[in-house]
């Protein structure tokens, strides 16, 4: 039976509607802050072969594309004749899941009429594996805490307690992971339910129809949308902070009648410290950037994806190799972006935005070891807080606002309530926006202080500090970030353990997105609007925009 | 004061029409009236559509005991921006809590979003010294010398209104407090807000916002509500005027005036409370409220009797079904989903080849292509025309010619022609992608409040509601659908449904085993006062209903899950009890309990409300009875996909125990109900109709 289309439509409609429920429900039941303040996870249905009919919009980019190649990577894992109903699967390698050992991956094969039609999958980010913890201070993978391979997690309905045992035995925060696989399990088996659901319903007996009309569909039109594009290859090399010294990123964007290629040729190797990007990760930003520009109204999934071709020689920065340490892969991975905006700007000079602060400032703080052991004086909390994104074509950038990532900012009055810190001020930078015709984003200035006068220590990944978000066609820089202790203390670099000590204030402040067109074509208007609202300085629209005296 | 003895008024400004329902003490409705709103003047409408009601039932202003009014007024002033000019006042330090809010986009991909704007510009932020902490105690006292600094940046400003946001007021409103008696001694026509009175629940830009919403409509609400009520007492009327709020209750209009932020959203208020009375009239423990109109839809769920409740929505949204695009505004609020799926809205073909539907919608004016008054793009009501849902010469009474013929043309110059299909094809595509999208949102509603949509009853109205009723229901899995007396008119009959109630949320953090009982009770005493001084203003006599709630989560978790407490003081053996009942309560929403986690409380909730009328007497089960119908039309079928004849009945012609099968069309003054060939209509003996499945009747 041939299905009409507009029957397969309706059918489509519902597939994103179910990965939007698994979705839901897993943020709402995370105990991660990451996930349920952030949205770090991802929830897809699979066909039968293994490729992805639907993702959940709700989720980070960090996980498009990585969960896509990794059910591909499980399905031929393991023997489909095999799978019974109630069976998932699961494993946290970085190479194969989403970069680093946090993410967990799950997947499930769906049974209806006693046979396998597809998959559902879903990851989501655990709050400890043991390890060095959280931070770019590993040497090696196997610093960074336990890595478990493809295995099963749970057989015919029963969870593998000797499993659930091994990660929990393993991680400083047992509880909140255990807690956090179940809602996995719980995302993977209504979504299954769900789906089961829905072919009973429509009256179909496999995904076969649907899942070609899905992918061609949106093969198709992703395929002219970039048919519209002008054809070529372009170079850019990005410059980012580093760890102990700078690290040059390089990016080549190849645009043919059918597709995009982006080739990290190049770009430097891996160092010894925790910040080496799979290319599974690296690939989910760039394609997450690349899409945004390049028919962002098409679902994501195998058809859409399937026209961004990203390769990278083995051992760089962006496709780091096993054992290389990988926990703060998304400091350069939130930096992909604008790497591949600076080759496709060439392309598309009136379409594609200045640079921005991209990487977010989290601010993990954590009571110093040597504290005592009363629950008012341990603490562990992950602040997140963003800088300004790049001036648009025809827009303003936006002021303290999250791009690449999709993360939440904190509230100052439920941090303090969760924590022994007090914040004495969280306000814009006046003038940190990058000039030019459209204004980067502003960055934040805050400033966090122990209420218990004990020593606070930082661990910090961040970027922008040395190397400004540049502008285009003639914008500025916005302004670099910059932390320090105190006021009078020294500059602290992008990245390492600090320690704040009682009655310090740990000062902190985002960088600025970058300006785009030259600051004297902003209009009159919108610069006094600027002037009036303290965003810019009288000084800075004198010397930097032309304004009269 | 209010008694359920005499007459009861109740009227709703909508956007495009004001209807006035009267009804008995009996809960019978004795007139109702549809009359175009007044914008300019609402209460001209409204006066007209009263004595209209009055007229045709021979009543006079004397016998109303009780009048409630809901307006859209508050909700189109912060839409259409005819608010104060409002500044805000918050901690040194934290001038941009507006500015940087959550730090969110809330469209992924788009890179060319702009934020909402949020009323008040930067340059009418302020800031004043003083800080409280999480725990409400002082680090450090107001800076009191600033205020006359202030008070002339206001004046210069030409400030109307102004919102105070301190930090932890919540906690500890004595600053507040401080600086509008010190405003006020400089400035004594300055219309303030504080946050504790308005949102008194921690998280500063929630609580901001809420506070600047309620200041910038303030000054506009207090002065219609003492027009409206000096208008009404000039013509006669003796009781006191009580106003809907969003939460689904009345409350006076002093409470109204001070806090007209709760008025928001009360009409579509008024839908769910009616479809929670015929709930518990029915005994029915799970429903599904549709109420579908010119330009959005929208879907409550009502659980034992009880619409269920939030406390967040969001207004001015910068797109407009976005979630997160908008201001959050934080009052007790009716649980409802809203999406751009209605008659007027407008159908397109997207870049993929594929049928979109709305949000854009082309209202009342021009509305849909077949109404003949300028539209020109194919909407969901030319769809239902092109299918023969909508009997040309009986619609709205035959007072609006509708021209199939031009829905017709619509339909395939703007879809058919691009994919290939004539106009009951182009048709097709859109009833299907409509009610799939609204069916989608009603999974969607539920599952986020860990419910299912399927297998409850729909109780539909508004315009389109029984006309998409059995389109919707079959996609969501829903077998029974009720659709009440007067459907066009529901939520102004809801309003005469609605209790006097007040409801209060209090931030305080502890965990379940930490918690201080005595400190605990106490915070529910002076909530308690608080409601009961709100609610007793409205309603002097007769029992009140208490609730109280807690806002319970395991640590370390995020989203907060509702459980109630019971209305007397807690005691220690309850701990016990409470943190079982939110167990079992996680269990149902998620499968599994998690095993060994500790339990915290964020929240806590009190509401108070009278009595809402009585509920009638259950009428016997008619004898079924076989009606021929008035006449038949020629409709699309969407089971067996052809044309074929389906029976026309007047609803005014049907009685107790008619039973009749679909396809079938039940016709009255302000909408048609479509029985779709796989359900079989019966009319009860309060006069509703009920819808059933096929499937259903045959299990």
Known sequence: MTLPNTKLQVMWNRLLAVVEEQGQALIRAAFSPIVRECGDISAGIFDFEGRMLAQAVTGTPGHINTMAEAVKTLRARFAVQEMKPGDIYMTNDPWIASGHLNDFLLMMPVFYKDRVIGFTSCTSHLVDLGGLGMGPEGSDIYDEGLLIPPCKLVSEGEINALLMEIVKANSREPVANEGDIYALIACCEAGAKSLSHMLHEFGINDLDQLANYIIDTSRNATIKAIATLPKGTWHNTLVVDGYDNEIELHAFLTITADHLKVDFSGTAPCINKGINVPLNYATAYTVFALRCIIGPEIPNNAGSLEPFRITAPKGCILNAQPPAPVAMRHTLGQMTPDLVYGCLSQALPDIVPAEGASCMYDLPLRHAPETGTSNHQQFAVELVFNGGTGARPTLDGLSATAFPSGVWGSQVETTEAAAPVLIHKRELRPDSGGAGQYRGGLGQHIEVSSTINQDVLLFLSVERVSNPAKGRNGGLTGAKGRIRIDKDGPDLPAKGEFRIRGGQTLIFETPGGGGFGPPHNRSAQELQSDIDAGIVSTGAAREIYGAPE | ????????????????????????????????????????????????????????????????????????????????????????????????????????????????????????????????????????????????????????????????????????????????????????????????????????????????????????????????????????????????????????????????????????????????????????????????????????????????????????????????????????????????????????????????????????????????????????????????????????????????????????????????????????????????????????????????????????????????????????????????????????????????????????????????????????????????????????????????????????????????????????????????????????????????????????????????????????????????????????????????????????????????????????????PQTTTFVSADFRADIDGRGNIWLTSEQETTT
């Open chain 2, 1 to 668: 004061m209010t008694t359920t003895d005499g007459l009861r008024l109740a009227i709703d400004i909508g956007g495009t029409f004001t209807d006035t329902v009267l009804m008995s003490a009996a809960n019978t409705v004795l007139a109702t009236a549809k009359t175009p709103t007044t914008p300019a003047t609402p209460a001209l409408a409204a006066i007209d559509g009263a004595v209209r009601v009055l007229e045709t039932s021979g009543v006079h202003w004397s016998q109303i005991t009780t009048f409630i009014h809901g307006t859209t007024l508050a909700t189109n002033a912060l839409i259409e921006r005819r608010g104060a000019k409002v500044a805000t006042i918050t901690t040194d330090g934290f001038r941009d809590i507006l500015q940087i809010a959550y730090e969110r986009r809330y469209s992924q991909y788009a890179i060319n979003i702009e934020k909402p704007d949020l009323i008040v510009p930067r340059k009418h932020a302020l800031t004043i010294g003083g800080r409280m902490n999480a725990q409400g105690q002082e680090l450090a006292p107001l800076n009191e010398v600033a205020v006359s600094d202030i008070a002339n940046t206001l004046r210069a400003g030409g400030i109307e209104a102004v919102a105070i946001c301190l930090l932890h007021a919540y906690a500890n409103p004595a600053h507040e407090l401080r600086l509008r008696a010190l405003l006020r001694g400089e400035l004594p026509n300055l219309v303030i807000s504080l946050s504790h009175e308005v949102s008194p629940e921690a998280r500063e830009f929630d609580r901001l916002c809420t506070t600047i919403a309620n200041a910038y409509i303030q000054p506009l609400m207090a002065g219609y509500l003492a027009d409206i009520q000096r208008r009404f007492v000039e013509k006669g009327l003796g009781c006191p005027v009580l106003m809907m709020t969003a939460g689904g209750g009345m409350t006076t209009l002093e409470t109204a005036a001070r806090l007209p932020i709760r008025l928001v959203e009360s009409g579509p208020a008024g839908g769910a409370i009616l479809a929670a009375r015929l709930a518990a009239e029915t005994g029915e423990r799970q429903v599904l409220s549709f109420d579908m109109g010119g330009t959005t839809a929208k879907l409550s769920l009502i659980d034992d009797f009880r619409p269920q409740m939030s406390r967040k929505f969001e207004i001015s949204r910068a797109a407009r079904f976005i979630k997160g695009s908008g201001m959050p505004v934080r009052i007790p609020v009716i649980e409802m989903i809203e999406i751009g799926a209605g008659g007027g809205s407008i159908a397109s073909v997207d870049t993929l080849g594929r049928v979109a539907v709305g949000p854009r919608s082309a209202g009342s004016i021009p509305g849909p292509v077949g109404f003949g008054k300028g539209g020109t793009e194919a909407t969901v009501t030319d769809a239902d025309i092109a299918l023969g849902y909508i009997d040309p010469d009986r619609f709205a009474e035959g007072r609006l010619k509708i021209d199939r013929i031009a829905s017709e043309h619509a339909l395939v110059q703007g879809i058919g022609t691009q994919l290939l299909l004539n106009a009951e094809g182009a048709a097709t595509a859109i009833t299907e992608i409509v009610d799939e999208a609204m069916a989608s949102a009603a999974r969607m509603h539920a599952v986020e409040s860990g419910k299912e949509a399927s297998d409850r009853l729909m109780i539909a109205f508004g315009g389109n509601g029984p006309l998409h009723a059995t389109r919707l229901a079959r996609r969501a899995g829903i077998r029974r659908i009720l659709i009440p007396h007067d459907p066009g008119v529901g939520s102004a009959v809801g309003f005469l449904f609605a209790p006097v109630s007040f409801e209060i949320i209090r931030s305080y953090y502890t965990t379940l085993q930490a918690v201080d009982l005595e400190a605990l009770n106490a915070l529910f005493a002076s909530m308690y006062h608080e409601a009961e001084t709100v609610v007793r203003a409205g309603a002097s006599q007769g029992m009140l209903t208490q609730r109280r709630v807690a806002f319970m989560r395991y640590k370390g978790q995020g989203h907060e899950i509702e459980v109630d407490l019971g209305p007397d003081p807690l005691d220690p053996a309850d701990i016990a009890q409470l943190s079982a009942n939110f167990e079992a309560e996680y269990a149902r929403q998620f499968g599994r309990r998690v095993p060994g986690m500790t339990i915290e409380v964020l929240n806590w909730g009190l509401s108070l409300s009278s009595q809402a009328p009585a509920l009638a007497a259950c009428p016997d089960q008619p004898e079924i009875r076989l009606p021929s119908a008035q006449s038949t039309r020629r409709i699309w079928c969407n089971i067996t996909d052809r044309w074929q004849n389906a029976a026309v009945f007047l609803r005014s012609h049907l009685g107790k125990g008619d039973r009749f099968a679909g396809p079938a069309l039940i016709i009255e």
